[in-house]
Every structure is written in C-alpha cells, then in structure tokens.
C-alpha cells in the first residue's frame, strides 16, 4: 500500500543583509500551509534581525491575515484612519491617497500599545525609488555612552499624533489625522517582553520628555535619536512587488523613502497587536489623552 503523499518539505534559508539588522528568508511561501516549525523558525529570525524579508510573496487580504494571525492577535489596521470595507485589519500605504512616511518612526507609538510586528506587503512599486530604511533600536541603546543610557534609562517620553512627523508625512488628510488626539508617555528605553532587550523608544511621534522644557526636550531626543539612524544601525531595502517585509515594532524605526516623483507607490499593512511597553525600573506607558480601545480592541 502506497503512503499518502506529502509534499516536499523547502530548505528554509536565512541571510543576513546588514551587520546590525536585516535579513532575507528563502524557502517559505506564506500563503500555503506551513506548520509550527516553520513559524517559530520566522520568529526567532525575527527576533535577531529585528526585520526580515520574503520575495515573491503572492498575497491577497485573507491570505495575508491568515499568515500574520500565525504571529498572534491582530489589531485594526489604523486608529484613526478607517479601513477599506470588509478588510478591518488592512492599513493601505498608498501614494495616490497622499499617503507618505519619509520620517524615522515606530509605527503608532502615540497609543499605549503600539503593534509588537508589522507585515507590509508590496503591491505596486515605482521603476525607481521607494525604498524603506529600517533601523535597530537596540543596538542604538548599546552605542550610548555610559552616562547618556543611564539618563535615557530614567526619561519618559510623551507620544502624541500630533507632531512633527505628521507635519513631514501626511500630506492630505492632515486634519483627519489630528482631529483627535492621542498621547502616551511611554518609557525612552522599553524591556523587550520576550527577548528582555533594552530597545531605545522614540522617532518621530516622540514630542518632548516629561519634566523637561521644551528646548531640553529637543535637545535630548535629538541626541539620542541620533543613535539609531547612524548608517551602522541600519539596512535599506529596495522593493519588488510580491515582497513581505516583517519588522519587530518594538525593536525597530523606519523610514519610506520618497524620491520617486509623482510615480505610483502602494503597500499593504497587517500588524500584530503588542503590549504595554515596561521601562527598565519596571513602570509601564501611561495613556495621557485620548481613547485608545477602538484600536486596541476587546481583547484588551
């Protein structure tokens, strides 16, 4: 009698980009059928490379939510921006909407739990340009001198979307995006809850530290920011359609590069819910202003 057929099973393969973060995985096809291993073997990529990449990947909603909910508990797609019908867990990237993100940035750090991992899809790309930086936010915590990490270790930075970076990046949609508005103080240095690295929490929604003027706000943030867009920190990634980028949201800052004119840019965003960040002294983010559970959902 003849054993019923199983298919072949793909070497999975793992190539670092950078020397700091990035990484290419060949061998997986995330809209088939892929068990436990091949799942925990993307996850513990992820986890040291802070951001990784998959060509060729032929995506459609359902199959991109199916693949990311093998990660954990999705979030809506924006908490300000309503999603497209019947796809609640989609963010469109999308330059004909006007829709830009050229600023050093964690994604949506102005709530009190911002996504643990993004999954951005490539669905039309322009001939030339487009590219996205991302870069690590623990190694950046690393390169602090002494005693700028030992201050960094007790700051708490306040989040909000209204800030420069939507002054940089939105460029229709300005008012929609402010007409409420969110801020959280959130540790500068959070505590990975699963790697137990300490990762610098800041970019372009961080709007001043908490118990500092104005002036010694901009100063301090731009030091340390400056940390982690050092070219060391980083890895540039030039996009074909069907690639999936994941990136670990709490590690991370990236960038989308616009130098591709009028051309047309679009990506699709899934992202996995995360939690609380916990500073170094054990305290968590605190919500400031705004409701942040039409985001974060039921569950929490």
């Not at 690393?142 to 209204?162: C, G, M, Q």
């Not at 010694?216 to 990634?237: I, N």
Request: aromatic share 8%; hydrophobic share 40%.
């Amino acid at each position: 009698m003849l054993d019923s057929y199983a298919p072949p099973q793909t070497e999975i393969g793992v190539t670092r980009l950078a020397g700091a973060i990035g990484a290419e995985i060949t061998g997986v096809d995330a809209a088939g059928p892929l068990g436990d291993d091949v799942i925990a073997r993307i996850r513990a990529a992820l986890l040291e490379h802070k951001v990784v990449f998959l060509r060729d990947q032929r995506l459609d909603y359902a199959r991109q939510v199916e693949f990311a909910q093998r990660f954990g508990e999705l979030t809506k797609g924006h908490p300000i921006f309503a999603p497209p019908q019947e796809k609640p867990y989609l963010r469109e990237i999308d330059s004909a909407q006007g829709t830009r993100a050229n600023h050093w940035h964690t994604d949506l750090t102005f709530v009190d739990r911002p996504p643990a991992l993004a999954l951005l899809h490539a669905v039309v790309i322009p001939p030339v340009g487009g590219d996205t930086m991302w870069a690590n936010a623990v190694a950046a915590y690393h390169a602090l001198p002494t005693e700028l990490r030992e201050l960094a270790d007790r700051l708490r930075v306040v989040h909000s979307n209204d800030s420069d970076y939507t002054d940089a990046t939105v460029v229709r949609g300005k008012l929609d995006y402010v007409s409420t508005v969110f801020e959280t103080e959130h540790p500068a240095v959070r505590v990975h809850p699963e790697t137990g690295e300490r990762a610098l929490v800041l970019g372009g929604f961080a709007r001043r530290i908490s118990g500092l003027s104005p002036q010694a706000s901009r100063d301090v943030l731009r030091a340390l920011q400056d940390y982690v867009t050092m070219p060391e920190h980083t890895v540039r990634w030039r996009w074909r359609v069907g690639d999936l980028a994941i990136w670990d949201n709490r590690a991370t800052q990236h960038y989308a590069i616009y130098d591709y004119g009028t051309a047309h840019r679009r990506c699709e965003r899934v992202t996995v819910a995360g939690d609380v960040p916990v500073g170094v002294d054990g305290r968590p983010a605190v919500v400031l202003r705004g409701d942040m559970s039409r985001y974060s959902g039921p569950h929490h």
